[in-house]
């Protein structure tokens, strides 16, 4: 009888240990394929860019400034938590006053945080928020002065490789002039472009 109920007891020893070296089996290859995966997620690179399109001018400066085209580069940064990034934006744009022969270069300049929607699809959602200086020259008053920009934007990207990706991004910039005597309005400018991101595979 002690010998039955000692090779049971040692059968389910031999059980549990097996049972448990199953169970560590299956997370070792759980965590090393989702590292596998990560790791071939290149958009969660750090990344450097630059993006090309229309500049236009919305609500009350649309009624002093043309549309045009613009462009700019960017780079962005990883954060601790895979969702969220650091960036740091400049392009140019260029306008022509709706009525007149004064010119607008606009040289806007921004850092930002970049949000990842976490969705398991091809395509990636970003959301965007940030805020910096615009260097605006008018001419042929050859006037130029810093203010105050915020922004808010959104990109849409899918990869092309695995050090590209191309994408649309639209961002809405608001140029604060309160800060200046007299000013009574804000200037709001849409841009929308293509964007092609090449993913820096250092890690």
């Known amino acids: ?115 990842l929607f976490p969705f398991s699809m091809p395509i990636k959602i970003q959301a965007k928020l940030g805020a910096g200086s615009a260097y605006l020259h008018v001419q042929p008053a050859d006037a130029s002065r810093w203010d105050p920009i915020f922004v808010v934007g959104g990109e849409f990207s899918f990869p092309a490789g695995r050090f590209f990706n191309i994408g649309l991004r639209v961002d809405y910039i608001h140029i604060y002039e309160g800060h200046l005597k007299g000013s009574q309005v804000d200037g709001h400018i849409v841009n929308a472009g293509i964007a092609l991101y090449f993913n820096l595979n250092i890690f």
């Open 1 to 115: 009888m002690l010998l039955f109920v000692g090779n049971k007891v040692a059968i389910n020893r031999m059980k549990n240990k097996g049972i448990f070296c199953l169970v560590l089996l299956f997370v070792l290859f759980s965590a090393n394929a989702l590292f596998a995966i990560e790791r071939r997620d290149y958009f969660l690179k750090p990344q450097i860019g630059a993006w090309f399109g229309p500049v236009t001018p919305v609500g009350v400066t649309a009624e002093s400034l043309e549309p045009n085209l613009g462009g700019g580069i960017f780079t962005r940064y990883n954060l601790p938590w895979r969702y969220l990034k650091i960036g740091a934006d400049i392009s140019y744009e260029f306008f022509e006053q709706e009525r007149g022969v004064n010119k607008m270069h606009l040289v806007p300049i921004y850092g930002n945080f970049i949000f």
